[in-house]
């Protein structure tokens, strides 16, 4: 657990790189807003606070953060000023004018407000901010942010090797559930994550758990997440998983094959065991992140097979952050020490259902480190 001061420290870096490129960018001030109309992890990033907050960071490094929950953002929040919401009538022009204001932010400087940011509200934006030149662009600030995200410090890491250590002594825990019949049903596997990562000390899951029997694991994303349907049933179940830990999740699959088991369904499961293996070998510092995505749908062509996704995408403090890890990826996009990205190859037929494997990889410098350990659970 690191002491206030070291957390202290680890925003106050992030947001002196984050106020590095707004110089770069001859920009006074970037504007961040997490609401329930638009989430931004971007918040709980800079600052600690978890969430409904306005935050404003000036070139020069400084911060205010204007939350809805005064009271929570004094305890946990590590930023140079605090303003209660309420100051500015809970409106999100109000409080940014007052976090410029605040931050001394010179009139006719550039102030970036997200890029997510509807066009009606962009000119309320405008009008709010006339002595300032608002921008809202794509490619801008929240980009750079979630850029900067995808490269995880030592004290990130060490958040998301919690929550996959946490997240296998779960997998140990169904897998023993599955086996010993105390497992029936999709919401018995729901609601044992949901109740065991409370228990262990995680903020909850990650998503909402995924938990298909086989008459439903034909679906990528199973609808509706999970029911009173038996799981695991003879055939192909799912099981899509994550826990988060200090604000940063993990991402597993497991596969659950009840036998007897017919062919189709024994070649799928060896089919999506050969994509992860030959996979893997190819997450790995300086590798095109295409370069992973080709090999598997290689491995799945040469059975005339189509996986209907991407092979996976990065971790952090949402269950889905750069890099994508795609065909399409470009191609000097790589693989950098310091991302945790999921390997999670899949295929899925209608008929003898779904089989997909997922795991938690961190980049090293020599290679990769395994951070989770789901499989393909056989009964």
């Known amino acids: 657990m690191k002491t206030?001061?070291?957390?202290?420290?680890?925003y106050k870096k992030r947001r002196?790189?984050?106020?590095?490129w707004l110089a770069q960018q001859g920009t006074g001030a970037m504007i961040f807003i997490d609401s329930e109309?638009?989430?931004s992890p971007s918040i709980r990033y800079f600052t600690g606070h978890p969430q409904d907050a306005v935050l404003c960071i000036a070139v020069d490094g400084s911060s205010v953060l204007i939350p809805w929950d005064e009271i929570l953002a004094n305890k946990i929040a590590c930023?140079?000023?605090?303003i209660p919401y309420t100051r500015y009538e809970r409106q999100e022009v109000k409080a940014a004018?007052?976090?410029?204001?605040?931050?001394?932010?010179?009139?006719?400087?550039?102030?970036?407000?997200?890029?997510?940011?509807?066009?009606p509200n962009f000119l309320k934006f405008v009008d709010g901010l006339s002595e300032y030149d608002v921008i809202c662009r794509e490619n801008g600030g929240e980009e750079t942010a979630a850029d900067m995200r995808a490269i995880k410090d030592s004290y990130e890491i060490s958040c998301i090797e919690k929550a996959a250590e946490i997240t296998d002594k779960l997998i140990d825990t169904?897998?023993?559930?599955?086996?010993?019949?105390?497992?029936?049903?999709?919401?018995?596997?729901?609601?044992?994550?949901?109740?065991?990562c409370r228990a262990a000390g995680c903020e909850g899951t990650g998503f909402d758990t995924l938990a298909a029997g086989p008459a439903r694991s034909f679906g990528i994303h199973c609808f509706p997440n999970y029911t009173a349907g038996e799981f695991p049933a003879q055939g192909l179940s799912i099981l899509d998983f994550g826990v988060i830990y200090n604000g940063y999740t993990s991402d597993v699959t497991i596969t659950v094959a009840k036998g007897p088991l017919t062919e189709a369904q024994e070649k799928q499961l060896a089919l999506v065991q050969k994509a992860y293996d030959e996979?893997?070998?190819?997450?790995?510092?300086?590798?095109?992140?295409k370069a992973a995505s080709q090999k598997a749908d290689d491995v799945f062509a040469k059975a005339k097979r189509v996986m209907p996704h991407s092979l996976g995408h990065g971790i952090g403090l949402e269950c889905h952050e750069a890099p994508g890890i795609r065909l399409r990826a470009p191609q000097e996009?790589?693989?950098?020490p310091g991302m945790v990205v999921t390997l999670e190859p899949g295929l899925y037929d209608d008929e003898i259902g779904g089989c997909r494997l997922e795991n938690d990889i961190l980049i090293t410098e020599d290679g990769n480190k395994v951070l989770t350990h789901a499989r393909i659970i056989r009964i």
């Open 4 to 10: 206030q001061n070291e957390m202290t420290a680890i």
């Open 79 to 82: 930023v140079d000023f605090i």
């Open 37 to 39: 109309e638009h989430r």
């Open 97 to 119: 004018a007052g976090a410029l204001k605040k931050l001394k932010v010179p009139a006719n400087s550039r102030v970036e407000i997200p890029g997510s940011t509807p066009y």
């Open 16 to 20: 002196a790189d984050f106020a590095t």
């Open 333 to 336: 996009s790589v693989f950098k």
């Open 279 to 289: 996979c893997l070998s190819l997450y790995a510092k300086d590798v095109p992140i």
């Open 174 to 196: 169904i897998e023993a559930g599955v086996k010993d019949g105390t497992i029936k049903t999709e919401m018995d596997a729901a609601l044992l994550i949901e109740r065991e």
